[in-house]
């Protein structure tokens, strides 16, 4: 799904620029607009934009959705901020002050505060931030420009930081995004910036458009910054269409006729043995890590949680899927959680997110949390072979029950942990785990109690 963040310099109340806006548009396949200075704030109708509906903002910061889509989420938490909820994911649109630093830098400060209450929720802050991250990054003439201090710097890495977030269009060598001549020389600037939950990066490609601010089909005098992110959004209801579906059946939001019927646990295996997976815990892991008790987290039918008992631990299971009839244990403080094969059939970082939040919640404070999911390479062939469906940034492996599957790598189990407060386990053997992909990690040694769980 491609989105488009762009500064319009309030022309898009001109027909020339409006025209020229929605044919660039059009081009690129476009879906949702971001845009910083649409039109001028006296022009209190927003501009009709061709193939768009108008999901919300103002003249300072509004946001577009192509006209076959359903409508997201838009607010305002500041003027200088716009929240847009797009499925699983959370943008920030920024446009900040364009005249004071110390301006910036408490903008920035909110920004963090922002981020931190989104409690790991998937994030993009994208938009016009009026600043040079790097010395390299904002030049007048050959020399830096002073414009950006190292308060804003610091209040900007510091966003970064707490949440956990990637500058993605940080190269070596900067790719400017606004040029003037000032005094004779000219001012260069790559202020427009696209941050993006780190997770996120591997499946999202962010790239820098300067035509749209040169040539004869100009309409801005910044560079566009096409994002195309690993999201399937919803189709708008048609117009015509008295009742929605889930009205007449009664089955509420789910049964809607979208397809998006989520069943994951109509992936789960009806093993007769324990798993591959299971096995390596209990020859590997529990040993060297002195493990009593463990909680098999998204347990299934419980074949793994009859082998650890069976291994003499002190095993429990846990399956939010009430037919399988392992309830949400009372207990807490397990020496280690395991979850296998679960965040791979989630449908969204998310919920990944969400069920390693829940998972943390029943690990004791410097205890470990494994997981295991399908490797990348297995999913892609297996979609190749069953012919799957795209959807957000894995696969329907059957649209028709509901179920979905993605391959997820080492490195993203361990992002997406960090997001749960987990952090990789230095103190832990690798598991002989061929042909799938695991990691195991440990709840550091403070309370998370007060961490909610959604």
Not at 254 to 281: C, D, F, I, L, W
Not at 399 to 405: D, I, L, Y
Request: charged content about 20%; proline content about 8%; overall charge negative.
């Amino acid at each position: 799904m491609l989105l488009a963040s762009i500064n319009l310099n309030k022309r898009l109340g001109a027909t020339g620029a409006r025209s020229n806006v929605a044919a660039w548009l059009r081009g690129h396949g476009v879906k949702i607009v971001l845009a910083q200075e649409p039109f001028k704030p006296a022009e209190r109708t927003p501009p009709a934009l061709a193939g768009f509906a108008f999901a919300g903002g103002d003249g300072h910061l509004a946001a577009w959705v192509s006209e076959d889509l359903a409508s997201p989420t838009v607010s305002s938490p500041a003027p200088w901020v716009q929240r847009v909820e797009l499925e699983w994911l959370v943008v920030l649109q920024v446009h900040l002050d364009a005249y004071g630093g110390a301006s910036r830098a408490a903008q920035l400060a909110e920004l963090a505060a922002m981020a931190t209450a989104e409690m790991g929720r998937p994030l993009l802050i994208c938009g016009d931030f009026n600043l040079a991250p790097r010395p390299a990054d904002g030049l007048f003439g050959e020399e830096s420009s002073a414009c950006t201090t190292e308060a804003e710097r610091t209040a900007l890495h510091q966003l970064m930081r707490v949440a956990c977030l990637v500058d993605t269009t940080a190269d070596e060598v900067p790719v400017f995004t606004f040029e003037r001549v000032f005094n004779g020389k000219p001012s260069r600037f790559r202020c427009d910036l696209a941050l993006l939950s780190d997770h996120l990066t591997a499946t999202t490609t962010v790239t820098a458009d300067a035509l749209v601010r040169s040539g004869p089909a100009a309409f801005t005098d910044h560079s566009a910054l096409l994002i195309d992110l690993p999201l399937t959004l919803q189709e708008a209801e048609p117009e015509d269409v008295l009742f929605a579906l889930s009205e007449l059946t009664g089955d509420g939001p789910a049964a809607a006729p979208t397809g998006r019927e989520y069943q994951p646990h109509k992936t789960a295996m009806n093993r007769q043995a324990p798993s591959p997976a299971s096995r390596a815990v209990t020859e590997h892991l529990t040993g060297p890590l002195s493990i009593q008790s463990i909680l098999d987290h998204g347990c299934g039918r419980g074949a793994d949680v009859a082998h650890y008992r069976s291994a003499g631990l002190d095993a429990a299971g846990f399956d939010p899927h009430d037919h399988f009839g392992w309830p949400r244990p009372e207990r807490t403080g397990f020496d280690l959680v395991t979850s296998m094969f679960v965040l791979n059939v989630l449908p969204d970082p998310w919920q990944r997110i969400q069920a390693l939040k829940d998972a943390a919640s029943f690990a004791r404070p410097g205890g470990h949390v494994v997981v295991v999911t399908r490797s990348p390479e297995e999913i892609t062939k297996a979609a190749a072979d069953g012919g799957w469906s795209i959807h957000h940034d894995g696969f329907w492996s059957s649209q028709a029950k509901g179920t979905f599957q993605r391959g997820i790598t080492p490195g993203e189990i361990t992002a997406l942990a960090r997001q749960a407060g987990l952090q990789p386990a230095a103190d832990a053997p690798v598991l002989p785990l061929p042909g799938v992909c695991h990691a195991v990690l440990t709840k550091p040694r403070k309370i998370f109690d007060d961490l909610p769980v959604a």
